[in-house]
């Protein structure tokens, strides 16, 4: 999943015509989001695009299944919410889904996923500032399987701990994991990161790449490298 961390619909569109032909979901953020609107996402969805609306919705459980029922409507593959707005806000965004399929024969089943613990969330900034005792990994756990009682498809994790929430949740249990960074790559904000190959070792579904392939002077040489270093 290609993160398209834009500021405007012009500079996103030339990324994803320099990964023309290359099988990977396009992940549309907020920054994109609040530039270019549903009309963006349309427009992928209408080329053949998979896209990952990224807006992590955390929200009163009303408000979230209003945002889940209107993402929905838009015909997105994958959506998110944070974990951390907890067990009824997440059904109530099942709730907004079901709603809408309901309404629409038409639409397709998002597959919705909860945001647990962020991959730039360090152990000491989870402990001392955010202010929640134990290890990041554990509450990572703990979120994933309150979204996957709440009936949710899948949680977006540091790969990391792809593994506990694998045994936690069960294998069809989808991990999305952001904090990818090849070998000799800028860190940057990520905290919790693993290299493309140790992410797939660990059984990940999907890695969430951004900058690495963004910021690359050739993006698609960075891509087609990262791919290569998996087969
Ligand atoms: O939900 C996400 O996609 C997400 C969750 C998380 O915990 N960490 C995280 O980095 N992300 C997103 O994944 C992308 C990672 O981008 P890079 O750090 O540039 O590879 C960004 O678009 C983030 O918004």
Do not use: W
């Not at 500079?11 to 989001?33: D, H, N, T, W």
């Not at 609306?53 to 209107?70: F, Q």
């Not at 792809?162 to 952001?178: D, M, N, R, Y």
């Amino acid at each position: 999943m290609v993160a398209l961390d834009y500021p405007d619909a012009a500079s996103a569109e030339a990324l994803v015509r320099s990964l023309e032909g290359i099988p990977c979901y396009m992940k549309v953020g907020m920054q994109l989001f609040y530039a270019a609107g549903p009309s963006f996402v349309a427009d992928l969805k209408a080329r053949g695009y998979k896209v990952f609306l990224d807006l992590k919705m955390h929200d009163i459980p009303n408000t979230v299944k209003g945002g889940a029922n209107s993402i929905t409507k838009l015909g997105v593959d994958v959506f998110n919410v944070h974990a951390a707005g907890g067990s009824a806000m997440m059904k109530a965004a099942m709730e907004g889904v079901e709603a809408a399929l309901q309404a629409d024969a038409k639409l397709q089943r998002p597959l919705v996923i909860a945001v647990t613990q962020l991959t730039s969330t360090s152990q000491t900034v989870l402990n001392d500032e955010i202010g929640v005792d134990g290890s990041v990994a554990d509450a990572v756990v703990r979120y994933a399987k309150l979204a996957h009682e709440a009936g949710l498809g899948g949680v977006v994790a540091s790969p990391q701990e792809v593994s506990l929430i694998k045994t936690a949740c069960g294998a069809s249990f989808q991990t999305i994991t952001p904090g990818i960074r090849p070998a000799g790559a800028d860190v940057g904000d990520q905290s919790r990161i693993m290299t493309p190959s140790e992410a797939i070792a660990q059984g990940t579904d999907y890695m969430v790449i951004g900058r690495p392939i963004t910021a690359a002077a050739n993006p698609r040489q960075a891509l087609e490298t990262i791919i290569e270093e998996l087969v």
